[in-house]
C-alpha cells in the first residue's frame, strides 16, 4: 500500500472478457495521481470507455485489482455506493433525469446520498450551476434543453457531489459540434483547478492542451503511454503512429 | 368548409345509426312480446323511504307549530316532536308507542347501494393489486433466481387459469384458511389476478427506461431501492399510465364476478332487482350504464392525468 501512497487509482493488471468472448481488456495496469488529468485515447473498441467503466465498477472484472482512494472496488465486500460518490462520471449520452428540473438533477443525489439539507444542495446546485453557465435554466426540464445544455447540468449535478475523481466518458462526442467548445472549455477549467480526471476522448486538441499524461490502448491494452509531448511528437509504435495518422 | 359539411354529415350519419340500433332494439322486444317498464327502475336506484314515528308519550294533540306534533301528556307536560306528516287529528288522543306521524327520506336502491359496493372493493382491489404488481414486477426483472423464478410462476399460473376459478379457490380454499370475510377474500383473488397482469405492465415499464439513467444513479453513489424509487419508478409509471388505467378498468369490470361468492355488487344487486321485477331488460341496461359511468370517469382521469404528466417531457 505504502508503495502506492501517492496515488489515488491504482490499476493492476485488469482483465476483462464479454460474455460474447470478445477481450474487452488484457493486462491494463494504470496508476493516476491526485490531481492529475489522465487522457485517454484510442480507435473505437479499443477498450477505453470499458476501462473507464471499471473504475467506478459499472462495468465488472474478471482479474485484477483497482484501488481507488485506498479501497479496493474489485472486491465484492466493497460499499460501492460509498466510492461511487467520490467519483464523478459525465457519460456520452449526458443520462440527465427528464423527468426532474435541472435544478433538481443537480439536487437529487447530494441529498440521498450525501444527505445534506435542502437548502444546502440547492446552495450548492447553484454554485455549480453558475460555473458551469446554466443557472438560468434551473427550471426548465431537461427535454427543453440542447445536448450543450444537458450536458452542462450532467457535469454540474456530478461537480455538485464534490467528487475527488472526475470521469469523462466521451463527453463531448454526441454534441452538435458548435456545443463541443464550450463543454472542452469547462473540462479545461476543471483541469487547470486541479481536479483528478480521467478522461476518455476523441478530441486531440484537449489531450494536447489539458493532459498531464496521455494513455494510447488498442485491442484491450496500453499500447503506449506519456506526456503529450511524447505522445504526439514522438510516438514510439507503429500503432500509435497509425492512430494518429488517421486522426490528426 | 367542405370538408366541415362532410364531417357534420358524418356525424349525422353516426347518430342516425345510433338511433336506429336503438330502434331495431325496441322493435325486437316488441316481437318477443316484452312490456317495457322503465317507471320501475329510478326507484332501485334512489328511493323515497318512510320512517313512522312514534309518540314516547300518553297524551292528547294539542295541534301542529312550525313542522312539530304538541302533545300534553297526562300530567300536563307539553312536548313537541318534529313530524314531518302527521296523521293524527287535533285532539286525538295518543298512547305511548302510537303512530303520530312519519317522516320521508331519500335512500339508495339496491342497485346503488351495489354500485358502492362495486367501487368500495374495486379500490380496495386497485390498491392491492398495485402493491402485488409492483413487488412482482420488480421480482421479474431481479437477477436473484428465486425471485425471479417466484414471480415467473405466479404470473403464469394466473395467466392461465380462469378468474372464476380462482375466486372459488381464495374464497372457499384460502378464505377458509385464513378465516377472511367474504369482502376480504372477494377483493383478495381480484387484486391476485390484476396483481399478475399489473406485475407484467410494470416490468415492461421499468425495462422502457434507458440503461443510461440507471448507470447515472449508480455513478452518483444511489442504492438500489433509491433508484428505483426516484428515477425508474417515476418515469416508467408515466409510460405505463395507460396501460395501468386499462387493467384498472378490467379489474372494475371483473369484479361483477364477485357475485358468485354472495357478495353484493352492482350485478348480483342487479340480479335480485330483476328478480322481484321481472324486468331484465331495463335492469340489465341500467347496470351497464353505471358500470360505464364508473369505467368512463377512471379513463377520463387517466387523459387528464396523462396530459398533466405530458409537460415535462
Do not use: C
Not at chain 1, 12 to 25: I, S, W
Not at chain 1, 67 to 88: F, Q, S, Y
Not at chain 1, 174 to 196: H, N, S, W, Y
Amino acid at each position: 500500500m505504502s508503495d502506492n501512497g501517492d496515488y489515488i487509482i491504482v490499476a493492476e493488471n485488469v482483465n476483462k472478457t464479454y460474455p460474447n468472448g470478445v477481450k474487452a481488456l488484457r493486462d491494463v495496469s494504470l496508476k493516476v495521481k491526485k490531481g492529475e488529468v489522465v487522457v485517454i485515447i484510442g480507435a473505437s473498441g479499443s477498450g477505453k470507455t470499458t476501462f473507464l467503466r471499471t473504475i467506478n465498477q459499472l462495468e465488472t472484472v474478471d482479474a485484477g485489482k483497482i484501488i481507488v482512494e485506498g479501497v479496493d472496488v474489485t472486491d465484492p465486500k466493497t460499499n460501492l455506493t460509498k466510492i461511487r460518490a467520490d467519483i464523478g462520471m459525465v457519460f456520452q449520452h449526458f443520462n440527465v433525469f427528464p423527468h426532474l428540473t435541472v435544478l433538481e438533477n443537480v439536487m437529487l443525489a447530494q441529498i440521498l446520498v450525501r444527505k445534506r439539507k435542502k437548502e444546502e444542495a440547492r446552495q450548492i446546485a447553484m454554485e455549480f450551476l453558475t460555473k458551469v453557465g446554466i443557472a438560468d435554466k434551473k427550471d426548465e426540464y431537461p427535454t427543453n434543453l440542447s445536448g450543450g445544455q444537458k450536458q452542462r447540468v450532467a457535469i454540474a449535478r456530478a461537480l455538485a457531489m464534490h467528487p475527488k475523481i472526475m470521469l469523462f466518458d466521451e463527453a463531448t462526442s454526441a454534441l452538435d459540434p458548435e456545443m463541443v467548445g464550450g463543454i472542452l472549455d469547462i473540462m479545461k477549467q476543471l483541469a487547470r483547478e486541479g481536479k483528478t480526471m480521467v478522461v476518455v476522448t476523441h478530441e486531440m486538441g484537449f489531450a494536447r492542451e489539458a493532459a498531464d499524461r496521455i494513455v494510447y490502448m488498442d485491442s484491450g491494452k496500453i499500447i503506449e503511454m506519456g506526456t503529450p509531448e511524447e505522445i504526439f511528437n514522438n510516438p514510439k509504435t507503429d500503432r500509435l503512429k497509425q492512430f494518429l495518422s488517421q486522426i490528426l | 368548409m367542405r370538408r366541415n359539411r362532410h364531417t357534420l354529415l358524418w356525424n349525422l350519419a353516426f347518430v342516425l345509426v345510433l338511433v336506429g340500433i336503438g330502434f331495431f332494439i325496441y322493435k325486437s322486444s316488441l316481437k318477443i312480446n316484452y312490456s317495457w317498464n322503465w317507471r320501475a327502475v329510478p326507484s332501485y336506484l334512489v328511493y323515497k323511504a318512510q320512517q313512522e314515528i312514534d309518540s314516547p308519550v300518553q297524551g292528547i294533540v294539542k295541534g301542529f307549530k312550525n313542522g312539530k306534533v304538541v302533545i300534553e301528556t297526562i300530567k300536563g307536560n307539553i312536548v313537541a316532536f318534529k313530524v314531518e306528516h302527521p296523521t293524527l287529528k287535533k285532539g286525538a288522543v295518543v298512547d305511548a308507542g302510537d303512530e303520530i306521524g312519519y317522516n320521508t327520506s331519500y335512500k339508495a336502491g339496491p342497485l346503488l347501494m351495489g354500485l358502492y359496493m362495486t367501487i368500495k372493493v374495486s379500490v380496495v382491489s386497485i390498491i392491492m393489486a398495485l402493491v402485488i404488481g409492483l413487488i412482482t414486477g420488480l421480482m421479474r426483472i431481479s437477477d436473484n433466481p428465486l425471485f425471479k423464478n417466484l414471480s415467473t410462476v405466479y404470473i403464469e399460473i394466473i395467466r392461465g387459469t380462469p378468474l372464476l376459478v380462482q375466486i372459488f379457490i381464495v374464497y372457499f380454499f384460502i378464505g377458509t384458511l385464513f378465516n377472511m370475510t367474504r369482502f376480504i377474500a372477494g377483493a383478495f383473488a381480484l387484486a391476485v389476478f390484476e396483481g399478475a397482469y399489473i406485475a407484467e405492465i410494470i416490468r415492461a415499464g421499468i425495462q422502457s427506461i434507458p440503461r443510461g439513467q440507471t448507470e447515472a444513479s449508480l455513478a452518483l453513489g444511489m442504492n438500489y431501492f433509491q433508484i428505483m424509487r426516484y428515477i425508474i419508478i417515476p418515469q416508467a409509471f408515466k409510460r405505463v399510465l395507460p396501460a395501468l388505467a386499462g387493467q384498472f378498468i378490467s379489474l372494475i369490470k371483473d369484479s361483477s364476478l364477485l357475485s358468485v361468492i354472495s357478495i353484493t355488487e352492482l350485478t348480483k344487486a342487479g340480479r335480485e332487482v330483476v328478480a322481484s321485477t321481472f324486468s331484465p331488460f331495463e335492469v340489465w341496461f341500467t347496470v351497464a350504464a353505471l358500470y360505464f359511468v364508473v369505467t368512463y370517469s377512471l379513463s377520463l382521469l387517466d387523459r387528464y392525468l396523462e396530459r398533466r404528466l405530458a409537460g415535462d417531457e
